[in-house]
C-alpha cells in the first residue's frame, strides 16, 4: 500500500517561474518527511526535510511547506533552473514497530525546467 | 562522490548466470538498505541491514541473496534471473534504521537480464 503518494508523475515548468511539487500521506504516525531529487542513472540524494512540529522549513531556493491536518505537503521551487529538472521523491520514515528503520517513498515527479 | 559507492555501474548478465552487486560506505552508517527502482514503479525496498544484520527482507524471491560481511560492505549475489528483474539496484546506508537522518544513496547498477 502507498503510505505516501505523488498523484503527479510530471510537471513542466518555465525558468524562473515557481515549481511546486505536491505529496500525500495516509499514515497519521508519520512526524518527518524528507525530498530526495534524483537525476538519470544516480541515486537519489537528499534535498530537504520537515518535522512535524514544524508548517515550513526554507533552504535557499526550496521550501517545504508541511498540511498535519490535511496530510499534505509540498515543495516549492523558487526561481526554478534548467539544473532542477530531475525526478523528486517525497519519503517519510516509518516511525516504529516491525517496519521501523523503513522509509516510505512516493513514486516521484519528473520535473522538467525549459528555458 | 555521494560517500556511497555502488560497483559495477552496469552490468548485463544472461539467466543462467550468476553475478553480484557490491556496495561500500565509509561513512560510520549502522543500517544499509538494498531497493530496487523499475520503469514507471517506486522505489522497492528489498533487504535492510542493522549492524551486520539482516532485520528486513521484503519478500524477494530466492534469486536475490544479500551478505553483509561487515557494517561497511553489502553485497547482492545474483543468479537464475528473469527478464523483468532488469532495473536500477540502489544501495543506501543511514547512521540508523529510524530514517530520521535520511539515507545516502549510491549511484546504483543498472542491470540488464537478457
Known amino acids: 500500500d502507498q503510505q505516501v503518494k505523488q498523484n503527479s508523475p510530471s510537471l513542466s515548468v518555465q525558468e524562473g517561474r515557481i515549481s511546486i511539487l505536491n505529496c500525500d500521506y495516509t499514515n497519521s504516525m508519520f512526524d518527518y518527511f524528507l525530498w530526495y531529487k534524483k537525476y538519470p542513472a544516480e541515486g537519489p540524494t537528499f534535498l530537504i526535510s520537515i518535522s512535524s512540529i514544524k508548517d515550513k522549513n526554507e533552504d535557499g531556493r526550496f521550501t517545504v511547506f508541511l498540511n498535519k491536518s490535511a496530510k499534505h505537503l509540498s515543495l516549492h521551487i523558487v526561481p526554478s533552473q534548467p539544473g532542477d529538472s530531475a525526478v523528486y521523491f517525497c519519503a517519510a520514515p516509518s516511525s516504529g514497530g516491525s517496519t521501523l528503520g523503513r522509509l516510505y517513498f512516493g513514486r516521484g515527479t519528473q520535473l522538467t525546467v525549459w528555458p | 562522490e555521494t560517500g556511497v559507492t555502488q560497483t559495477p555501474r552496469h552490468l548485463v548478465m544472461g539467466m543462467t548466470n550468476k553475478k553480484s552487486l557490491k556496495c561500500e560506505q565509509h561513512?560510520?552508517?549502522?543500517?544499509m538498505y538494498w531497493y530496487k527502482q523499475s520503469a514507471k514503479k517506486p522505489l522497492e525496498l528489498m533487504f535492510v541491514?542493522?549492524?551486520?544484520?539482516?532485520?528486513e527482507n521484503n519478500s524477494v524471491p530466492s534469486r536475490f541473496s544479500p551478505e553483509c560481511p561487515n557494517s561497511s560492505h553489502l553485497f547482492l549475489h545474483l543468479h537464475t534471473l528473469q527478464p523483468e528483474d532488469s532495473a536500477l539496484y540502489l544501495c543506501?546506508?543511514?547512521?540508523?534504521?529510524?530514517?530520521?537522518?535520511?539515507?545516502?544513496f549510491g549511484s546504483g547498477t543498472r542491470l540488464t537480464v537478457v
Open positions: 543506501a546506508s543511514s547512521q540508523d534504521t529510524a530514517g530520521l537522518y535520511g539515507y545516502t
Open positions: 541491514y542493522n549492524f551486520k544484520e539482516q532485520t
Open positions: 561513512l560510520g552508517h549502522n543500517a
